[in-house]
């Protein structure tokens, strides 16, 4: 008897278990990082465009911070931006449109406003720690642009540049070439998101930044006002600029 016991026991552990059927599908595709590609500062002898400036504004990476209730916002939000309210409301001044697979995207924006044409963006994204960031954008570089305005009015701030069903944020700033506020360009700094981070990639702003750039070629292009000759090479440089952008 102990003999066939012993011989039960050794058949059970010698046959296989019989594997577990797996109900919750396959595993989902793990999420790449994105780098942040940033446009290589043209020289233009004729009219230097102040890159170290426009670099400050134009922050390679953005981090999403966490929402907690009755936190202070940063300084650069809109006065009024509750994160948790615009997600889940929206607002009258609000865009939205996803952002990444399966998370949607709302931006409240207030202004410009001011000399220097200051946005105040609060951007809000879902999933499951739903997070938010703030950032200024400038559009001074319009004061100039207003006679071709058409070209380019409205400016998009959270639109589908690529073609990829996914919105980007673009956050509109200064190219300086002077020390006054009307020297100014406009560029768009476009952002993507990566995990909770919104990361610049200057090359999905191709066209947009190519549109613009038609729009300073059609301004060097005007005659000058007797009373104010406008800085024709810049304008020039900028559209230089602007062919380059994200390459």
Known sequence: MRSLALLLVITACATPPTPIANTRGPDPAPVTAIAPVRSAPTAAAACPLGWDEFALA????????????GQAMPEECPWDFDPSVALAHGCADCVSGTIAPGRRAVLAIAGPAGSGHFASLGLVVDGPQPRFACLL????????LAPVAHRLSPLPWLADLDGDHLVELIAWQRLPWGNDEVSNAL???????SGDTLVRRDDR?????SKVGDAYAALAALPDDADAPRPKACFLAVEDALRHWGR
Not at 205 to 209: D, S
């Open 137 to 144: 954008a400038s559009t001074v570089g319009w004061r100039y």
């Open 187 to 193: 560029a768009p700094v476009v952002y993507a998101l």
């Open 205 to 209: 702003g191709r066209a947009l930044a």
């Open 58 to 69: 134009a922050t390679p990476t953005i981090a999403l911070q966490p929402m907690v209730p």
